[in-house]
């Protein structure tokens, strides 16, 4: 069965330093996908980035950078000088084909992150 | 504009008491999905549907129904709600996973309570 793990619960970092948020997944499947999603405190889940099993490319975006590696079956996602509004829960998923070939998505638990001013 | 609506997005029912929680969207998505997100356990899936009349289990099934009738639309059903299902539920869509896996367009949520 597939599992996502994300060990940190909450993150507290003050304004313009540099936090990575873990995440670690297990599968036994040879394609699947990796996606980080983040909800900020008004609730809606916005979309960040998607990875598959095939891409071990890191990935930067502006402040945002992930690092996947399927040695260690781990997808962390790297915040660069935070600011306030990255203050949200940030969701780690795995999306592997369930029965008959479907979409199954198994998300982790989140990790809240505080940016304090 | 693409989205995907729930409705209500907020409801307080009782023990038994039969209740829909409606999801569309409006993007010709094959793929649509019920979560349930409770503190502690983030998001869990309910059910999956990857097209119309076909839908799977997720890990949370339990106590639930969903209906795929039409490509657009993918409700919720609980037919006799518990105070264990008072949690915060979003719908989400994507295009036909296939090889693809894309990303999911999640609603606004519905927050119910079951007392």
């Known amino acids: 069965a597939q599992k996502v793990t994300q060990a940190q619960t909450e993150i507290s970092v003050v304004e313009k330093e540099d936090v990575t948020l873990d995440c670690v997944y297990e599968t036994r499947d040879t394609t699947y996908y990796l996606f980080w999603y983040k909800q900020p405190p008004s609730g809606e889940l916005v979309f960040l980035i998607r990875?598959?099993?095939?891409?071990?490319q890191n990935e930067i975006s502006g402040r945002y950078s992930w690092n996947f590696q399927k040695s260690t079956s781990s997808f962390n996602f790297t915040i660069t000088a935070s600011q306030v509004v990255d203050s949200a829960v940030y969701f780690c998923?795995?999306?592997?084909?369930?029965?008959?070939?479907?979409?199954?998505?198994?998300f982790g638990t989140g990790t809240k992150l505080q940016v304090i001013p | 504009e693409a989205q995907v609506t729930q409705n209500p997005r907020y409801l307080i029912t009782v023990t038994g008491k039969k209740l829909t929680v409606t999801c569309s969207q409006n993007m010709n998505h094959e793929y649509m999905s019920w979560y349930r997100q409770d503190p502690g356990l983030g998001l869990r899936q309910i059910y999956y549907s990857m097209n119309v009349e076909v839908t799977d289990k997720g890990d949370v099934p339990e106590g639930y129904k969903v209906s795929r009738k039409e490509k657009r639309n993918f409700p919720l059903i609980l037919e006799s709600p518990s105070p264990n299902q008072t949690s915060l539920y979003f719908c989400?869509?994507?295009?036909?996973?296939?090889?693809?896996?894309?990303?999911?367009?999640f609603g606004p949520g519905t927050r119910l309570t079951v007392l």
């Open positions: 989400a869509s994507s295009t036909s996973p296939g090889l693809s896996y894309n990303e999911q367009f």
């Open positions: 990875r598959n099993s095939f891409d071990e």
């Open positions: 998923a795995l999306s592997e084909a369930g029965s008959g070939g479907y979409q199954k998505v198994t």
